[in-house]
């Protein structure tokens, strides 16, 4: 019986995997409007009432999709590792370098979730949640940082985490990035010097 439940809860998994996996497809390939849900479940081997009873409704995919971006890349376990850092000042530069390195996970999708978030309600909704959270921990970082007097003059932690939030936000990372074909990942030891006008470092 254990070993039944076992292998049932590995096929869901299969299953939510093979979902997932083909929405990153369609969505990088068609947008969130052209994005069929008879296409998805083709591509996975499986039927539209599947990808109901896992996600519940096209924004439920989307969502999950963003979700296991962010599973994928461990990049809540890198922020919580950054923000254990003891020196405000280390843990903010490990902080950007972690923010750099999701960028880089998988930047044609974020082009996408990112691109559809200006012209869609639904993908809005998705993607300003996940911003929320982020500004959230930079927030965290920047608090610490004012503590510690390393913010620069004239910045206080509001304006300090919207700086830092616009600089290391996407869109800013993969323009720079794009400019300087650079490596999204490492592009942080770029980023660094610029935000030295706002973070003492040294």
């Known amino acids: 019986m254990v070993r039944e439940t076992g292998l049932r809860a590995a096929n869901v998994q299969r299953t939510r995997r093979g979902i997932l996996d083909a929405a990153r497809r369609h ?18 081997g499986v039927t539209r009432v599947t990808i109901y009873r896992h996600f519940e409704s096209k924004l439920g995919l989307l ?8 599973q994928r890349s461990g990049l809540v376990a ?14 903010f530069t490990a902080m950007v370098g972690e ?9 044609e999708l974020l082009r996408r979730l990112i691109s559809l978030s ?6 809005h909704q998705v993607v300003a949640g996940r911003e929320d959270w982020r500004l959230r921990r930079i927030g965290g970082f920047g608090r610490r940082l004012a ?10 932690v509001r304006q300090a985490t919207v700086v830092v939030g616009t600089v290391t936000g996407f869109p800013a990372c993969d323009e720079i990035a794009t400019r300087l074909r650079a490596d ?19």
Do not use: K, N
């Open 99 to 107: 923010l750099c390195r999701f960028w880089g996970t998988d930047p």
């Open 147 to 156: 503590d510690a007097e390393r913010l620069q003059e004239p910045f206080g």
């Open 78 to 91: 890198g922020m919580r590792e950054a923000a254990g850092i003891g020196d405000p000042a280390a843990a």
């Open 27 to 44: 969505l990088v390939a068609s947008g969130y409007h052209r994005l069929s849900l008879e296409d998805v479940a083709a591509d996975a």
């Open 118 to 123: 200006a012209v869609d309600p639904e993908a």
């Open 63 to 70: 969502d999950a999709v963003g979700e296991d971006l962010a």
């Open 184 to 202: 999204l990942t490492g592009l942080g030891r770029t980023l660094l010097p610029l935000l030295g006008s706002v973070v003492r470092l040294d």
